[in-house]
């Protein structure tokens, strides 16, 4: 079920102020780098617009849950399914679904999450929806970059974007990094895995035993390439931080060493346990 907690503060104090003044546009295109902002905020609106509650959208009562369910016959998603692409399979049967009036509410609501990956057959499709739409339907694409977009598509659309300066920073250092948009998106939420970093991190400038036993947690809970590439990143940005402040010089510069060796044997397709295991073992 969606969250409406992930909803974008400022992106949804915009788009409630179109609906007050009855100016909600046909179609958007949410940019947002893990889209899951996009995706909640998409939601958040198709719940404005259907909410029984009295300070709407309230999320809780039988329309808003029934949307955040996915059970809604007005609001409609297309994701990948496990795909590499959206296909045009996957976008024309829409076009016949919304040219209907709305079941229930006024208006009707199409999200596309992971718009970059449409087809150039999937955008032909789209672009007749967004051109000439039928019934009163809201169209929402949600991507992680506007430049993926095809421009035919990108120009029928009023465009949002979930952008922050922190969030912007940290996505672009993580490209930098090694990780793909993908990977980058199928992260979600850091937060434990950063705080098990930091203990790691702690645990070999202490030379505790207890960092064995972290990089065995560790590698129970980044079981995917790019939560393991977000380890490694995270640690190697705990060291240069504290070079930057000329904290234990040394053995940072040994951890960041180290963690060159491991980027060494990573590419030669060592597994990420092992590569931890040596980072331990040989630091000093």
Known sequence: MIDLKNIGKTQVDFLRDAYNHDKIAHSYLFIDPMQEKGLAT????????????????????????????????????????????????????????????????????FFIE????????????????LE???????????????????????????????????????????????????????????SNLEQECKYLYQELLENSDMAIVRVHKLAGLANKPGSQKFVFYQLKQFALDKIDKYINLEKNAQLLQLLMDCDKMRASNVNFHNCLDYLVLKFE
């Open 132 to 190: 000439e739409p039928v019934a009163p339907v809201v169209t929402i694409l949600i991507a992680n970059n506007a430049n993926q977009i095809l421009p035919t598509v990108r120009s029928r659309t009023q465009i949002v974007n979930f952008y922050d300066e922190k969030e912007d920073s940290r996505y672009s250092k993580l490209l930098e990094f090694g990780l793909n948009s993908d990977e980058i998106a199928d992260l979600g939420d850091t």
């Open 42 to 109: 998409a939601y958040w609106l198709a719940c404005l617009f259907n909410c029984t509650g009295t300070n709407k959208p309230d999320g809780t009562c039988n329309e808003c849950q029934r949307i955040l369910s996915g059970n809604h016959p007005d609001v409609f998603l297309v994701k990948l399914e496990g795909k590499q692409t959206l296909s045009i399979d996957q976008v024309r049967p829409l076009k016949e679904e919304l040219s209907k009036s709305p079941v229930e509410g006024t208006r009707r609501f």
């Open 114 to 129: 992971n718009a970059d990956k449409l087809t150039l057959a999937a955008n032909n499709a789209l672009l007749n929806l």
